[in-house]
């Protein structure tokens, strides 16, 4: 199947710190998604990006979808502890009537008080 | 704001049984999802509805998976004769149009002895 790279694996920040996290593909993706996961829950909805260079803010939360279509970061700014958690991002793939979403392996976010 | 919520929280489930998770789309949404994912690892695409049947499903959704909408509400994910690598949480998703951003339930913990 598609494969998203997600990368850092995980990373311990201090509070305050600004986090910058990225996801790269081989494909083309029509979508990107940006999702947290905290212990025991589901993902939730962070930015949703629908055209190629398109650049998305939610509160301290900042992604851009990359002009080639095959890669996204996500940046958090003046990083709380609440932050902690598991960054996914995940990607639908051109194609009539297929709206599966394609999920990287996650950004484990670690924030020291 | 409306949830999708799922039910049990957490099923154990002896090998070979069958198992049937739920799961509460969201009201007015038409397109619902289920994903899985195993402990430490990715989210993983199973299987799409649509229009009272399946749109998509991934390699994983062989023949001991289904999935129906016994009624207006309920979307269910069937296992008909689990084994130990069945073991995951799973997750339901909808939407109101394909290409809109799956809002996930918090899952449910499968445990197989």
């Known amino acids: 199947g598609q494969q998203l790279n997600q990368s850092p694996q995980s990373m311990f920040i201090q509070e305050g710190e600004d986090v910058s996290m990225n996801c790269t593909s081989s494909?083309?993706?029509?979508?990107w998604l940006w999702y947290k996961q905290d212990p025991g829950e589901g993902p939730v909805l962070l930015i949703a990006l629908y055209k190629a260079g398109e650049l998305t803010s939610n509160g301290r939360l900042t992604a851009q979808f990359g002009i080639t279509r095959k890669d996204s970061f996500l940046n958090i700014s003046a990083s709380i502890p609440s932050d902690v958690g598991i960054y996914f991002c995940?990607?639908?793939?051109?194609?009539?009537?297929?709206?599966?979403?394609?999920f990287g392996k996650g950004t484990k976010l670690s924030v020291i008080p | 704001e409306p949830e999708v919520t799922q039910t049990p929280s957490h099923q154990v489930t002896q090998m070979g049984q069958e198992v049937i998770l739920r799961c509460v789309p969201i009201?007015?949404?038409?397109?619902f999802y289920w994903y899985r994912q195993i402990l430490g690892q990715k989210v993983e695409f199973l299987v799409s509805f649509y229009n009272n049947e399946i749109s998509e499903k991934s390699e994983i959704f062989d023949d001991q998976f289904s999935v129906e909408r016994p009624d207006g509400s309920n979307f269910t994910l069937k296992i008909r004769s689990t084994k130990l690598e069945d073991s995951a949480m799973y997750f339901c998703?909808?939407?109101?149009?394909?290409?809109?951003?799956?809002?996930f339930g918090d899952g449910t913990r499968l445990s197989i002895l």
């Open positions: 995940a990607g639908q793939l051109p194609g009539a009537g297929s709206y599966q979403l394609t």
């Open positions: 494909s083309i993706f029509n979508t």
């Open positions: 009201s007015n949404h038409l397109y």
């Open positions: 998703a909808s939407t109101k149009r394909g290409n809109q951003p799956q809002h």
